[in-house]
T-cell receptor
Framework: EAQVTQNPRYLITVTGKKLTVTCSQN?????MSWYRQDPGLGLRQIYY???????DKGDVPEGYKVSRKEKRNFPLILESPSPNQTSLYFC??????????FGDGTRLSIL | KNQVEQSPQSLIILEGKNCTLQ??????????LRWYKQDTGRGPVSLTI?????NTKSNGRYTATLDADTKQSSLHITASQLSDSASYIC????????????????FGTGTLLAVQP
C-alpha cells in the first residue's frame, strides 16, 4: 500500500532534549516536505527536498534541521526543542508537480 | 503578498444537503489550485487539482470550479454524508505553469464542515 509513515505519532518531551521525527515513503517520490499545523494558521512549510541530498528552507525553518540521505526517508530534527515548537507535524511526498501524499501526523508537546 | 482565504470558517449542514465552500486567492504567478480533505487526526488527502485552463473538475460527489479571472474557486459537495465531516483546505501553487516542485504552495486555513444526521 502506498503510504507516508511518520514516527512517533505522539511525543511529550522537555525543553532542550534533542528529538527526531522520522518520515518514510514507499512511492519512490522525489519531493518530500515537512509542515507544521497550528490552530488558525493552517499548514506552514518547514523544509522541503526535491531529491536526495537536496534540501531547502520553507516558511518557518528556524529551530529545525532535515536530511535526505536516501530517497525514501526525510527525518525532521529538533536539536533543542522549545515550547513554541509544540504543534502537529506532517510529512508529505509527491512526484514533481503532483498533489502531495501526507502522513497521519505527529503531535509534539514540548514542556 | 500571496494569500489564500477560505470561507466560511465553519459550516454545519444536515445529511443529504448540498453545500459550497469558497476559496479566494491573490497568488501570482498562478500554476494550479488544489483542494484537500482533512479528517480529524489524519493527514490531508487530495480531492482535485486544477490548472489555469481548467474551470471544473469532479471527484465523485465533490466538484471544484475555478475562475482564474476573478481568482476564485469553489468546492461543491452534493448529497452530503456524515463521512464528509472534515476540514477542507484550498492550496494554490505559485510559480511555473508546468507546476514543477519548485513552485511555492500557499495554504488556506480551511473550512471546517460538520454534517449532522
Amino acid at each position: 500500500e502506498a503510504q507516508v509513515t511518520q514516527n512517533p505519532r505522539y511525543l511529550i518531551t522537555v525543553t532542550g532534549k534533542k528529538l527526531t521525527v522520522t518520515c518514510s515513503q514507499n512511492m519512490n517520490h522525489e519531493y518530500m516536505s515537512w509542515y507544521r499545523q497550528d490552530p488558525g494558521l493552517g499548514l506552514r512549510q518547514i523544509y522541503y527536498s526535491m531529491n536526495v541530498e537536496v534540501t531547502d528552507k520553507g516558511d518557518v525553518p528556524e529551530g529545525y534541521k532535515v536530511s535526505r540521505k536516501e530517497k525514501r526517508n526525510f527525518p525532521l530534527i529538533l536539536e533543542s526543542p522549545s515550547p513554541n515548537q509544540t504543534s502537529l507535524y506532517f510529512c508529505a511526498s509527491s512526484l514533481l508537480g503532483q498533489p502531495q501524499h501526507f502522513g497521519d501526523g505527529t503531535r509534539l508537546s514540548i514542556l | 503578498k500571496n494569500q489564500v482565504e477560505q470561507s466560511p470558517q465553519s459550516l454545519i449542514i444536515l445529511e443529504g444537503k448540498n453545500c459550497t465552500l469558497q476559496c479566494n486567492y491573490t497568488v501570482s504567478p498562478f500554476s494550479n489550485l488544489r483542494w484537500y480533505k482533512q479528517d480529524t487526526g489524519r493527514g490531508p488527502v487530495s480531492l482535485t487539482i486544477m490548472t489555469f485552463s481548467e474551470n471544473t473538475k469532479s471527484n465523485g460527489r465533490y466538484t471544484a470550479t475555478l475562475d482564474a479571472d476573478t481568482k476564485q474557486s469553489s468546492l461543491h459537495i452534493t448529497a452530503s454524508q456524515l463521512s464528509d465531516s472534515a476540514s477542507y483546505i484550498c492550496v494554490v501553487s505559485a510559480g511555473l505553469r508546468g507546476g514543477g516542485a519548485t513552485n511555492k504552495l500557499i495554504f488556506g486555513t480551511g473550512t471546517l464542515l460538520a454534517v449532522q444526521p
